[in-house]
């Protein structure tokens, strides 16, 4: 079976790259390409994986190109994980919209609409490559903002799309383990956009043990979310938001907190990225050492992850039991296997809506547990949106649509559109200083008019 990663250069290709390393049944990925359009990066990416290849006979032999059709030809999977503009963009998107007195990260708030501006035009031609090219192929996006993205990949390959993020299985399994169940034996009631939902029911047994936990304000407050959000909050929602929900909920407080960094997230990743490319690539390091250098870096990035929101919560640093990654790219592995095996899986997915919430139409993209088999991912039914989540899913999905929208037809006044109807940005003034901002910074917003 073969693996193509577009953006095969990124900083969490070994991600992937290790959990094939354990998959040994049979069937699994025998060849994995890199595709990237930075070469340097590609080389040095490379090099990590041979080491982590090291002395395992089966390792999947890695093979990595600039040429896109070269890397989609013949692919089973492709997974998708670009970041157009890279991280010195996303630097740009944060100063941009904190100027404005707005946030602005990654996939949430003015950041994420900058952020999907730039992505969904490379995202919709890479989805009519792979169309042409590998038209039997699977996509699996990891693209952010991967709500909107996938949805924009999905007009061209319809449900052969399957977003995924780690953010739901890390709180899952957070819960789970607090509740004393095996994370795999419990149903997760989590439902709403990426980056934007909520588990309402953990049952183990056919029994919802989440009002259990809701009841204990010391277990509540012993796992990441609960300190970030605070008991008393849980309690009066009656449910255990996604972290990104902290953005929502605690806006104000968080936006002051971005203002006074002396160092953005995105500027901070650009910077310490710079160094461990810079030493990976290097043609003189010794076995061994581009890995080390991969371990070291990831370390320190996750150790800082969110370090503004917990310092608004006053939670202080993270705990060992939060460092430990969503595993998205077992999530991958899973999907994958459950697709090419017909191994049946439930997983929480990016997927076309199909009615399964009666506040947005059939092709909006959703993020739910879902059914998995040899045909796709299937959502499963699950009971409406409470008031409160009704409001903020659908404001938020209206500004996705209006991305969708000026990517489209390049209407300056569409892409305005999408930063006012958000509901993290109070103003249509400031709406359009954001487009010029972000226009005048990107030359990947070049085509809006």
Same mark, same amino acid.
């Given at each position: ?21 354990? @998959? ?11 595709? @990237? ?127 995924? *993020? ?11 383990? =607090? ?48 300190? =970030? ?23 104000? @407080? ?115 547990? *879902? ?13 409406? =949106? ?39 940005? @109070? ?23």
């Amino acid at each position: 079976m073969r693996l193509t990663i577009l953006g095969g250069g990124g900083f969490r290709v070994p991600l992937v790259y290790g959990a094939l390393l354990g @998959d040994h049944a049979e069937g699994r990925v025998s060849h994995v390409t890199l595709y @990237d359009e930075d070469s340097g990066r590609l080389r040095a990416m490379a090099r990590v994986l041979a080491d982590q290849a090291e002395g395992i006979a089966d390792a999947p032999a890695v093979t990595a190109t600039t040429d896109l059709d070269e890397a989609l030809r013949g692919a089973d999977f492709v997974f998708s994980a670009i970041r157009v503009g890279g991280l010195e963009g996303r630097a740009a998107d944060e100063r941009i919209a904190l100027a404005e007195g707005v946030l602005g990260q990654e996939t949430v708030g003015a950041g994420g609409i900058a952020y999907g501006l730039r992505t969904v035009p490379v995202a919709r031609e890479i989805a009519r490559r792979v169309a042409r090219t590998a038209p039997d192929a699977w996509v699996i996006n990891f693209t952010n903002p991967a709500g909107v993205v996938t949805e924009a990949m999905a007009e061209e390959l319809g449900d052969r799309v399957i977003g995924i *993020c780690d953010s739901p299985v890390g709180l899952g399994r957070r819960i789970a383990r =607090l509740l004393g169940a095996r994370p795999e034996e419990a149903w997760i009631d989590y439902v709403g956009l990426n980056h934007l939902g909520w588990v309402r029911g953990l049952r183990i047994g056919g029994r919802d043990e989440l009002p259990r936990l809701l009841a204990d304000a010391r277990a509540l407050e012993s796992f990441e979310e609960g300190r =970030l959000f605070g008991a008393e909050w849980l309690r009066s929602l009656g449910a255990i938001p996604n972290e990104y929900l902290h953005y929502y909920y605690f806006n104000r @407080d968080t936006v002051r907190a971005y203002q006074e960094v002396k160092q953005t997230r995105g500027a901070f990743l650009r910077d310490q990225q710079r160094g461990f490319y810079a030493e990976a690539g290097r043609p003189d390091t010794g076995p061994g050492a581009a890995l080390a250098a991969w371990d070291r870096t990831r370390a320190e990035r996750e150790a800082t992850y969110m370090a503004e929101n917990r310092e608004v919560a006053g939670v202080g640093e993270r705990e060992e039991s939060d460092l430990q990654s969503g595993g998205y790219e077992k999530v991958a592995l899973a999907l994958m296997r459950a697709i090419a095996r017909d191994e049946r899986a439930t997983l929480i997915l990016n997927v076309r809506n199909r009615g399964t919430l009666s506040v947005l139409d059939a092709e909006a993209v959703i993020e739910v547990p *879902c059914l998995v088999d040899a045909n796709g991912a299937h959502p499963v039914a699950v009971d409406p =949106l409470p008031l409160h989540a009704v409001g903020l899913v659908a404001s938020v999905k209206a500004a996705e649509r209006e991305v969708l929208a000026a990517a489209r037809s390049g209407s300056r006044a569409d892409a305005v559109k999408a930063f006012a109807l958000h509901p993290l940005v @109070d103003s249509v003034g400031v709406a359009r200083r954001l487009v010029t901002g972000y226009a005048a910074e990107h030359p990947g917003l070049g085509y809006l008019r």
